[in-house]
């Protein structure tokens, strides 16, 4: 009598749980990995904005440290919530302000303070001289009580424009030379800083210093088109610049994007005094696709010409 044997497999009802087994364990590692990976993005989408907002401060942070003492102002603008302009500095050396005893070339080239002097001996290393720079020595910054600049007392003071008192500063002296007034070096050991033109600066500084100066800088925050923007290059005025579409700034020979996806942005500027630096604040928000980045940075603005 022959005997069947009975075949070797599963049925349905076995199938079936496996295949619902398989279903849940798939479900479970999707949804593990793909939390992962959601992690993941948003901490790399979070990063590159921390990254963005660092770069874009510590930018603004190196220009400003370049900024001439008391040239630094903020005001609202048209178009934009904030602009930040300043007068960076080219290169600097110290004058001669007492005459030597005739043992070295050209020291008694003296910078005269109370005349319109046309040369002086520079002492020490000579700066790099430009085509359009201009001097400047000892910048106040003065401002009267509507924040105007004092003529003769603030370098956005036309030069131009004489004090109206003769008591401080002397009548028709300022702390920058005009513009056009070309310099150049002459002397025995071409140590000497001529100029153009006979120029009376307005103060005597401490530490003998003077500037290089031509143009001026900007950041505007421009937070209707989510951006920061740098202009650069462009000429400087007694009212500060805070119309993109308009001169100076339309005029600016450098214009780039500092950074994008700016919800918010503030520059708040505390001046110093003589007992303190002044004190810059700048307050950014960047943000994409849900994810948000505040970074608050103080910067230390050497106030002291």
């Known amino acids: 009598m022959m005997r069947f044997k009975p075949a070797n497999g599963f049925t349905l009802i076995e199938l079936v749980i496996v295949i619902t087994i398989a279903g849940i364990v798939a479900v479970l590692a999707a949804t593990m990995i793909g939390n992962q990976m959601t992690a993941f993005v948003d901490l790399s989408r979070r990063a590159v904005l921390v990254d963005q907002a660092e770069t874009a401060v510590r930018q603004i942070s190196r220009d400003v440290r370049h900024a001439l003492p008391n040239s630094l102002r903020v005001t609202g603008g048209v178009g934009a919530d904030q602009y930040l302009e300043f007068i960076p500095i080219k290169d ?10 005739g043992a070295v070339n050209d020291d008694d080239k003296v910078l005269d303070f109370s005349t319109q002097d046309t040369d002086f001996q520079v002492l020490g290393r000579l700066p790099v001289i430009g085509a359009d720079d201009r001097l400047v020595i000892y910048n106040i910054g003065q401002v009267d009580a509507f924040d105007n600049p004092v003529n003769g007392a603030n370098v956005y003071a036309d030069p131009a424009d004489n004090p109206a008192s003769s008591a401080v500063p002397v009548l028709g002296s300022h702390v920058i030379s005009g513009a056009g007034n070309a310099l150049s070096y002459t002397g025995t050991d071409s140590n000497v800083m001529t100029l153009n033109t006979g120029h009376q600066f307005a ?103």
């Open 92 to 101: 600097a050396g110290r004058y001669r302000l007492l005459a030597g005893d």
């Open 203 to 305: 103060f005597q500084s401490p530490q003998k210093r003077f500037y290089l100066v031509d143009q001026a800088m900007s950041y505007i925050c421009d937070v209707s088109q989510e951006t920061i923007w740098r202009y650069q290059d462009y000429d400087f005025e007694a009212a500060q610049a805070n119309d993109l579409s308009n001169p100076p700034l339309s005029g600016a020979s450098v214009k780039s994007q500092l950074v994008e996806n700016v919800t918010e942005c503030d520059f708040t500027y505390e001046p110093g005094n003589a007992q303190r630096s002044g004190l810059l604040t700048i307050t950014l928000t960047v943000a994409d696709d849900g994810e948000r980045v505040r970074l608050v940075h103080q910067i230390h603005v050497d106030n002291a010409p």
